[in-house]
């Protein structure tokens, strides 16, 4: 019943910049915390951002600095800007969504990803 949608993956060489955008959609009422994941292969998924529904963001120590995730409400769509990349940031990014369905039953949902590779 929500769909979530990634793009603005692609290949980029160290020191470069790309941007990720996650669009939801469906029957939706409420959007809680938006996340970015990622997974390389044969590594365990990891949370690289958060933010909550008042705008607090979180990151780990591994991208702190250099990521920095937004959203916009009205278009129920999480951002993930991303500076400074790395060849070991290389992975598919997937995003995260909490929220309430317009039933009000809650929902938790992922995207299918967008691949980052990242040259060095």
């Known amino acids: 019943q929500v769909q979530l949608v990634e793009s603005g993956g692609g290949l980029v060489q160290a020191g470069g910049s790309l941007r990720l955008s996650c669009v939801a959609s469906g029957s939706i009422f409420s959007i809680d915390a938006m996340d970015w994941y990622r997974q390389a292969p044969g590594n365990q998924r990891e949370l690289v951002a958060r933010?909550?529904?008042?705008?607090?963001?979180h990151y780990p120590d591994s991208v702190k600095g250099r990521f920095t995730i937004s959203r916009d409400n009205a278009k129920k769509t999480v951002y993930l800007q991303m500076n400074s990349l790395k060849p070991e940031d290389t992975a598919l990014y997937l995003c995260?969504?909490?929220?309430?369905?317009?039933?009000?039953?809650?929902?938790?949902?992922w995207g299918q990803g967008t691949q980052v590779t990242v040259s060095s």
């Open positions: 933010i909550t529904n008042g705008g607090s963001a």
């Open positions: 995260f969504v909490n929220g309430r369905l317009g039933s009000l039953f809650p929902f938790a949902s």
